[in-house]
């Protein structure tokens, strides 16, 4: 008897429809998931982008940058604290150019940690110097010096070494280098520091003709100068961050009171606060002029371009060439305060001019104060007996405790009757 198999081996058409159905089904919510857990991330606004105008824009006249280095003092040659780098406009490489030293922020030991802004102001048409003043283990109360010995070398190396094919540095009509300070967190107290003394004719250092200190820090640490004595035409921008945990506010007002000297409509107080609108949140926190992304949510962004590039090279420009004064000695105009406009059309939250910050309130709490509670001899002496005095104050710190030893000594000496301690018998 045949058996008819033709029923059991037929496709079912129905169980391949179903199966077909299912698995569209299957794919479908897939796919409408992926697209519920991917929506909100995508939807959010980004940062605004870069000007293609102005101080903080990419209209560069220059498009390349020449780096140069390292070179080290000639009388301390491979000693890390006396290193710098030289970065020139190139592309094309003009005749001449003002010279801007950049004094960077503590351990911040690399140029690559500012790449992208000193590139911006090398491109902008400066030379600009790059010099490191600490190895991580070094003393405060040496950095001044070695800031200050590197960078009238670099100048000197400018000017005179002709057989290496620098750009030449742009002098005034006394012959003297045009010159001026950019500085971060401890580099911008720094800055400050070598503007000081840069009215020492005995120095030799040439006065700058601008200032610009970013969220400056290590007051109380790093020894004090006279700033009533920097150069009453120095235009000067100083700026402090909200949520900065690392040096808040205190020496940025420090350094604003201090230079009564400046008239005001030669220098600014800028506030920045933070914006979570988009995303990378604009976070107005110490790291931001960094252009590693190093505890920071981004590498470069928004603040870059209209914070550090559009203050620095707006007061570069006000300084030499009488242009692009509103961006950064406005008194609160809109080219000043501006941040952009995220992706969606809404305003980034504007910096503040702060025309009188003593009472300036933040969310960060300050660490630094002018006297610090632990010590630091020497700059509590230049707080208490005045900077001339300061090395003589910070001796004095130094000798009272070898001096009671010393008498301790004498006094056991004469308890034993004047014989001397029992040595060890050979």
Known sequence: MKQDISRSTRPSTAGNNRRTKICAIVGL???????????????????????PLGPGGYDYPHQGVTTLGPYYHPWHPDQENYKYYIFEPADPKPEFA?????????????????????????????????VNYDTGLTAPWGYANYVEATWTDALKRLDTHWWESHVLPEKDENWEIKTAIVGHSAGAYLAAVIAARATDPNRGIPIPYALVCIEPGGLGLIPKEDFSRIDPSTKFVVLASDEDEIVCKSTAQYLWKNTPQIADQDKDFLFYRSDRHGE?????NHFFPNSSGYNDTAAVDARDFYI??????????????????????????????????????????????????????????????????????????????????????ASIGWLLPLAIFLLFGFFLFMRRGGRPFPGRRE
């Open 308 to 393: 550090t590039y559009k203050l620095s090279v707006g007061l570069l420009n006000c300084a030499f060439y009488g242009v692009h004064c509103d961006y950064a000695l406005g008194q609160g105009s809109p080219e000043q305060v501006d941040m952009g406009v995220w992706s969606d059309g809404r305003p980034n939250l504007p910096l503040q001019w702060i025309e009188d910050p003593d009472g300036l309130e933040t969310q960060c709490i300050d660490k630094f104060e002018d006297r610090p509670p632990w010590g630091a001899a020497e700059a509590q002496a230049a707080d208490r007996f005045g900077t001339a005095a300061a090395r003589r104050g």
């Open 98 to 130: 003002p010279v801007v030293l950049f004094i960077h922020g503590y351990a911040a030991l690399q140029p690559p940690a500012y790449s992208a802004w000193l590139g911006h102001m090398v491109r902008k048409g400066y030379t600009v110097v790059w």
């Open 280 to 284: 990378p949140e604009q976070i107005a």
């Open 29 to 51: 919510s897939v796919c409408l998931l992926a697209l519920l857990f991917a929506g909100p991330a995508s939807s959010q606004p980004s940062p605004p982008l870069q000007p």
